[in-house]
């Protein structure tokens, strides 16, 4: 569930996360091994040539299609559902109407990887994104669910089982491909980002219900269809898919809108002279940092982004604006009215009642604080402090609140707050 | 829409009867009196050897309504009797089995799904009734060009056919049958009940019958039934994630009522008067023609023509009596503010503008700019006409409401100095068809349709 305002942070993140060195090792590890099964796949193909062409044609024009139509968008994992859900399918094909097929899991692999690459020219081309991680995914994934169906099929172990039973068993194979690509995935953002593993994991986790099981059921069914049917079955069996991809691309498409629209309104209070320009934004992007690093996952790290972007919204409702917008010298109880002025206005949007909770209660002790609402109020004090402090401002604000009352700022969050600092070189942006 | 007429009730009957005709396994049974319903059922099932597929595929239809409804609620669009998730079920059925027997297997899920609505019995005939003939008629023409026999054979380029004119025939009963329970219960004009019904719905149910065709085919292979099943996963859940779509979008729609809800709070107007400039904006740039997109941005602007006004100090807002030279400059920059504010949203696009020149005037007395004519945006021309429209016909704190009529007067007789013409000539046309019922909070709650042009269809007899 990344964002538009936290891949502000993302990509600090990323550079932060690139200086060490044992966290490139995965990622260096796993692009050797798909460069390897690339090259040992290649020469097997060369050595035997490609065997049953027409079908090989189909599916890598397929997979190559598939790659085309990939776009990346906020909050969606699988980008290019119909190129996964041809790539396994081709894995785990055994028959083409009704004849028993014959290339092995070296061509899969071959084919696959040439087809990707080949749909992946005009993304890059037009710069979009790192492709060679997805490619990596491809293809250690395709190589993995046709390396354990292929031989089992050649050797005929497969024909014991019974035709519903064999569908079951091509499910069942592609839900593990599937899971082998989630460890991976995860595995190449904790690398990138330098995030923890086990959010990730369960971030990408958390998808596989969702477009997981849509992928596999289609690369099941892609499978069976072609054996009854023949290469018919591909352009006409995909539509499904597309239809899982277009309403996915609509709901990113609103998702962004809708985030937008709460960026505005918090922005509202900024533009009322309320608060100093750019610190909702701020505070946001900061508090996902933080939150990551104190291993929040993907729903609470939008709940606690919205929360962010909208936590001064109880100034609103003031009739004389405080004091350069700082909260965080005010007195608790007055804290508290904003607060709970806040928690009213988010409950009439519809960013929902986490959310609203979390705003309502960020003045609240730190004992009886939400961690998300823990984090707003470090980091917008931290923010408060900084804003105008000149150069020496981030390490005298990180030394205030750590001296602070007890019961004022939750000590770890603090913590955690340094060490994302610490981590971005202290060189986030103060003046928005 | 509580109460149904009897013409209507007289409708849903004879549509009921004819699907019972549909259902009698030999169609020369019109008129006779029908059989003892057990027996009739029996023979039914026994009349062919897939009985089994029946069963079997009325509790797939049964279980997707069942989990559409209660998974997803208020997701199920009003215009469609059928869960979208279940038509690849029925056409399934269709391409599969004899038509008596495929127009068996919606009946159990819609018998027993539960209608919120009143008069629930009606309704739960009406639904029933509607999917029978069409689905009777699908199969009817799938055997009656073959189509049985190449699914059967799994022989694909050649089952296509069959396949396609049977959606086709689907989609035009329910099409046929929908609009006309809309011009008997709803009044709706025949020519508006049926227009774009079935061109509408042919692209989607195109879709589900190449998987109601896949699942068919996969049934009939060695790989049986459950291979059929894994058809449904992936309709399965792009429902949910058009579910979501909506959901979300509605969260969109809250947040932005939220943001004017303040506006006007601050503002001490009539509640919703920012809504009703975003539905007069609306009715204004549908009246010019414009496309759908544009018309729904404009009503957004129109909804937010006033955001800006979060930055004025409320005591301006709020002061009575004259203000001072200095606070009325004040209080004039708040287009300036909502321009800003507003910046981040992209999907406004151009409309934007409208926002920043809403209070220009056509001969350049206006401000932030004092744009001439032409000069001045036309999104923003047709929202300080529906803002003068609503201004003057709500209650103010210095200013009682005026009627309609002499509201569009005093318009009609700025035209040209302060207003486009063109665009308040659209305002008296769009008022004369439609009239003016101002809704505080528009979409409260329903599931977002794709157009705002079917908010009036929603509570029609089908939900």
């Not at chain 2, 609620?73 to 391409?95: N, Y």
């Not at chain 2, 009703?276 to 544009?294: F, H, K, N, T, W």
Request: net charge positive.
């Amino acid at each position: 569930m990344t964002s538009a305002a936290v891949t502000g942070a993302g990509a600090r993140g990323r550079t932060a996360g690139r200086r060490p060195g044992h966290h490139r090792r995965p990622l260096v590890l796993i692009h050797t091994a798909a460069g390897l099964t690339v090259a040992v796949a290649l020469a097997a193909t060369v050595r035997s040539g490609v065997l049953e062409r027409p079908l090989a044609l189909a599916f890598g024009v397929f997979v190559a299609v598939g790659e085309l139509s990939r776009w990346s968008g906020a909050g969606v994992r699988e980008a290019a559902p119909l190129g996964a859900a041809g790539a396994l399918a081709f894995a785990l094909l055994g028959e083409n109407a009704g004849h028993p097929t014959q290339h092995g899991a070296a061509q899969v692999v071959a084919v696959v990887a040439g087809a990707s690459l080949l749909g992946c020219v005009p993304h890059v081309a037009r710069g979009r994104g790192p492709v060679l991680d997805h490619l990596a995914r491809r293809v250690l994934t395709v190589a993995f669910a046709a390396v354990c169906f292929q031989p089992l099929h050649d050797g005929g172990v497969l024909e014991r089982f019974g035709g519903p039973a064999y569908a079951l068993l091509l499910f069942a194979l592609l839900v593990l491909g599937v899971l082998c690509d989630v460890v991976l995935a995860a595995a190449l953002a904790h690398a990138r980002t330098g995030w923890p593993y086990g959010p990730l994991l369960r971030d990408e986790l958390r998808a596989v219900p969702g477009i997981g099981s849509a992928v596999c059921a289609t690369g099941a069914v892609i499978a069976l269809a072609v054996a009854v049917v023949g290469l018919w079955a591909l352009p006409l069996f995909s539509l499904p898919l597309l239809l899982t991809q277009l309403a996915l691309r609509r709901y990113a498409a609103v998702r962004a809108t809708s985030r937008q629209t709460i960026a505005s309104l918090a922005r509202a209070t900024e533009i009322a002279g309320y608060t100093p320009p750019g610190h909702a934004r701020r505070v946001a992007a900061l508090g996902v940092a933080v939150g990551r690093d104190l291993g929040l996952s993907g729903p609470e790290l939008t709940v606690l982004e919205y929360a962010a972007l909208m936590h001064d919204i109880g100034q609103l409702s003031l009739v004389d604006p405080v004091p350069a917008g700082a909260t965080a010298p005010l007195s608790v109880r007055e804290q508290r009215r904003i607060a709970l002025l806040g928690g009213a206005v988010v409950r009439q949007t519809g960013a929902g009642e986490q959310v609203a909770a979390v705003v309502e209660r960020q003045a609240d002790p730190c004992a009886e604080q939400p961690v998300a609402a823990r984090i707003v109020r470090v980091v917008n004090a931290y923010d408060e402090k900084v804003h105008g402090a000149g150069p020496g401002g981030p390490l005298t604000a990180l030394e205030e609140l750590r001296l602070a009352a007890a019961g004022e700022y939750a000590p770890e969050v603090v913590e955690a707050l340094a060490r994302v600092l610490a981590r971005a070189s202290l060189t986030l942006p103060v003046g928005g | 829409m509580e109460a149904i007429p009897g013409r209507a009730r007289l409708y849903v009957g004879c549509v009921a009867l004819a699907a019972l005709v549909c259902l009698a396994p030999v169609p020369a049974v019109a008129g006779t009196p029908l059989p003892d319903p057990s027996r009739w059922a029996a023979g039914l099932l026994r009349a062919d050897s897939s009985s089994w597929a029946v069963i079997l595929l009325a509790a797939l239809y049964a279980a997707g309504r069942w989990a559409a409804r209660t998974r997803f609620p208020g997701s199920l669009p009003a215009a469609s009797p059928v869960a979208p998730v279940v038509h690849p079920v029925l056409l399934a059925g269709a391409f599969l089995l004899p038509p008596p027997a495929a127009a068996l297997v919606p009946l159990p899920g819609i018998l027993l799904a539960r209608v919120e609505q009143r008069p629930a019995g009606v309704r739960r005939l009406w639904r029933a009734a509607q999917c029978v003939p069409a689905v009777w008629a699908a199969a009817r023409v799938h055997g009656t060009l073959g189509g049985r026999d190449t699914v059967a054979a799994c022989a694909v380029p050649g089952a296509l056919l069959p396949a396609a004119a049977a959606v086709l025939v689907y989609c035009a009963v329910l099409a046929l049958l929908d609009g006309g329970i809309r011009v008997l219960a709803e009044r709706v004009p025949a020519r508006r009940a049926w227009r774009g019904r079935f061109s509408r719905s042919l692209a989607p149910l195109a879709v589900h019958g190449l998987a109601g065709l896949m699942m068919a085919v996969l049934w009939h292979s060695p790989y049986g039934p459950v291979a059929a099943l894994l058809v449904l996963f992936p309709m399965g859940v792009a429902w949910w994630v058009f579910a979501q779509y909506h959901r979300e979008r509605a969260a969109h729609h809250a947040t932005i009522r939220a943001l004017v809800q303040a506006v006007d709070i601050k503002d001490g107007y009539t509640r919703g008067h920012s809504e009703r400039v975003g539905q007069a904006s609306m009715m204004i740039a549908r009246e010019l023609g414009m496309d759908e997109r544009r018309i729904e941005v404009l009503r957004f602007a129109g909804i937010l023509h006033d955001v800006g006004k979060l930055g004025v100090p409320t005591r301006l807002l709020r002061k009575d009596g004259p203000l001072t030279p200095e606070e009325r400059c004040v209080i004039e920059l708040h287009p300036e503010y909502g321009h800003e504010i507003t910046r981040g949203i992209t999907f406004l696009g151009e409309a934007r503008s409208a926002i920043l020149h809403h209070h220009e005037r056509l001969d350049g007395s206006g401000y932030p700019y004092g744009l001439v004519g032409r000069q001045i945006p036309e999104p923003a021309r047709v929202v300080a006409v529906a803002d003068a429209f609503d201004a003057m016909t709500s209650t103010r704190s210095y200013s009682r409401a005026r009627p309609v009529a002499v509201a569009l007067e005093e318009l009609g007789r700025c035209a040209g100095t302060q207003f486009d013409p063109r665009m308040v000539g659209a305002l008296v046309r769009a008022l004369d068809r439609h009239g003016w019922h101002p809704v505080v909070t528009a979409d409260e709650g329903a599931p977002a349709l794709p157009s705002p042009a079917s908010a009036g269809d929603r509570r029609g007899v089908t939900r």
